[in-house]
C-alpha cells in the first residue's frame, strides 16, 4: 500500500471521489457474490435428492452445514483481517469462494458436496463484514448513510437474483449449475479486489478469544445437528420417510480416525522393520507384541487422562489451587486405597453410565466399550502400572525393550561398572568423599560439566560448608546426590578434610582423631575444626 498524507476518504477531487466509487462498487459485487449462494441451493434440493440418492434429511445438510460454517467464522473475520490484512484475505477468501463453488458442481456424492458447501460457507464468511469496514473507512462518516445503502443494494438483490437464475438453469440444465454460475461472477469480483482493495495502515493486532470460539462453533453445530427430522414434506403424505444412517459416510469418518491415530504407531514399526533394526527391541515378534501391549494401554488409560485433562483445564479457568508434584523416581508405587480416591469418581462415573444404558432398554453402544472398559480397570491399571515386579516380568520376557537396554551405552556401561565397585567395597557417599580410591571411581562415573558462577557458585560453597560443619549424618539424601554428581565438591571437601577442617565425624570416618571433641554448635561455621599449626 502506498502511504498517504491525506487519508481517501477525507481527500478531495474527481480522482478521489472516482476510487472511492470504484472501491464501492467492487465491495457491493463481494457481497453480492455471497449473498447470492445463501438461497440459490434451496431451489434445486430436489433434483439434488434424486441425483444424489439421498433422503430429505441428508439433502438439507446441504443448506445447514454452508449455515454452520457460516456461522463459525463469520466471527474470525476481524482476525483475520488485522492478521493478513484486507487485500490479501479479500482476494483470498473471493479466489476460494470460487473453488468451492466449482467443487460444488463437480461433485459425485453427497458426501463431497457437503463439504465443499462447509469449504464455501466458511471461505466466504468474512466477505461481508470486511466489505462494509472497507466500505466506511473509504468514505468519510458524514457519507456513511449513502454509501451504506448503495452497499445493501447487493445484500437485498443476491437472495432475489440466486435462487431465479439457479432455478431457471436447474430445470434447464441440471444442479450442477447453479454452482458453475457462481464461478464467472467470483472472476469478475477477483478481478475488482484485485485492482481496486488495498490495505490500510497496519492496525493493531487483534488476539483471538479461542475458547469462546471453539464454545461458539460447538454450541451452533451441536443445534443445527439435533434438529428434529421432518418425516412428512409433502401435503397429504400418507407413509413418512423415515432417515437413514449414511453407513459409507460413518466408516469413512471411523477409517479416517483410526489412520490419524494409528497412522504415526504402523509408520514407526515400519520404518523399525525394514532397517532391519527390530533387533534393538527384542526382535520383530517382541517388538511388534510390545506395541500391541502399549496400545492396549493407551486405549484403557486414554478416557482416565482426558477426565484427568478436563479437570485440570476448569481448574485453570476458574482460577481453583493448582499444583504439581514431580513423579516419583524410586521404587515407589500407587496403593490401593490411593487408586481409589483418584479413581473411584472414574468407576462410580462407568457404572452409572452403564445403568444409564441398561435402564435406558437401547442396546449396548458396541463404540462405547474401551471408554467404559478404561474407567472400571482405572483402579487396576494405576495400581499394576507402578509396580516394579510387572514391568521386571515384562523385561525378562523381552517386551517393552528400548534399544538402551539392548545395547547400553557407553555411559550406562561405565555407571554400572563403578556402581558394582563401590557394593564390592561396600562404600557409599561417606566413602566416595574420604577415601581417595573410591572418590577416583565417583569423578570417573560424572561427566564433566563447567565450574559454577555467580550465585550458584556461593550456594555450592555454603552447602560444602554446610556438609561440612554438621558432618555426613545430617546430610539429606538429595544434597548426597547432588554433592557425588560435583566433581570439584567431592576434592574440595576432601581436601578440608585432610586439613581437618571439618566436623569431627568426617575425621573418624577418615580415620584420623579429631583434635578436639566436636561439639554441638547451631551455626556450620562454628563448628569447624581450625588446622594444625605448623
Known sequence: MNARAVPLSEAEGAGAAL???????????????????????????????????????????????????????TPLAGWLTSRFGRRLLCNACVLGFGIASLGCGLSDSLT?????????????????????AIVLDTYA?????????????????????????????????????????????????????LAFIHDRDAGRKLRLDW?????????????????????????????????????????????????LLLAPK????????????????????????????????????????????????????????????????????????????????HTLLALVWVGAIHASGAPFPVWLSPIILGLLAGIPLSVWGSRVGAGRSLEQAGLLLIPEEIEPPLVLTEARRHAELFAERGAGFVEAVVDPQVQRSAVAANVGRPAPTGSKAAARAERIARALARGPESIEREWQLRLLGDTAALGD????????????????????????????HEGFGEALHPPLSS
Not at 161 to 179: H, K
Not at 495 to 520: F, N
Open 266 to 345: 504402523v509408520m514407526s514399526l515400519l520404518v523399525i522393520l525394514l532397517r532391519r533394526r527390530a533387533w534393538c527391541y527384542g526382535g520383530g515378534g517382541r517388538l511388534l507384541a510390545s506395541a500391541l501391549i502399549e496400545f492396549l494401554h493407551s486405549l484403557l488409560l486414554a478416557p482416565v487422562r482426558m477426565l484427568f485433562h478436563t479437570q485440570f483445564f476448569i481448574a485453570a479457568l476458574t482460577g481453583w489451587k493448582l499444583e504439581w508434584k514431580s513423579p516419583p523416581r524410586g521404587d515407589a508405587a500407587t496403593t490401593w486405597g490411593e487408586a481409589a480416591r483418584r479413581h473411584g469418581v
Open 112 to 132: 463431497e458436496l457437503v463439504i465443499f458447501r462447509v469449504l464455501q460457507g466458511a471461505i466466504g464468511a468474512p466477505l461481508v463484514p470486511l466489505s462494509q
Open 211 to 259: 475458547l469462546g470460539f471453539l464454545l461458539l462453533s460447538t454450541l451452533l453445530f451441536t443445534r443445527h445437528a439435533h434438529d428434529i427430522p421432518i418425516y412428512f414434506i409433502a401435503p397429504y403424505q400418507m407413509f413418512p420417510i423415515w432417515p437413514s444412517a449414511n453407513l459409507k459416510l460413518i466408516l469413512t469418518l471411523f477409517g479416517l480416525t483410526g489412520v
Open 493 to 520: 571437601m576432601r581436601d578440608r578434610i585432610e586439613r581437618r577442617e571439618a566436623h569431627a565425624s568426617w575425621l573418624q570416618a577418615k580415620g584420623r582423631p579429631p583434635m578436639v571433641p566436636a561439639a554441638s
Open 141 to 193: 462518516k458524514r457519507h456513511h448513510g449513502v454509501a451504506i445503502a448503495l452497499f445493501g443494494v447487493g445484500s437485498v438483490l443476491g437472495p432475489v437474483v440466486g435462487p431465479v437464475a439457479g432455478g431457471w438453469l436447474a430445470e434447464t440444465y441440471n444442479w450442477r449449475w447453479v454452482f458453475y454460475m457462481i464461478v464467472p461472477f467470483a472472476l469478475v469480483t477477483l478481478v475488482g479486489t
Open 19 to 73: 476510487e472511492r466509487a470504484l472501491i464501492l462498487v467492487t465491495c457491493t459485487a463481494v457481497t453480492f457474490l455471497y449473498a447470492m449462494t445463501v438461497t440459490i441451493a434451496n431451489v434445486s434440493l430436489p433434483q439434488m435428492q434424486g441425483a444424489l440418492s439421498a433422503s430429505p434429511d441428508q439433502i438439507a445438510w446441504v443448506v445447514t452445514a454452508n449455515i454452520v460454517a457460516t456461522a463459525v467464522m
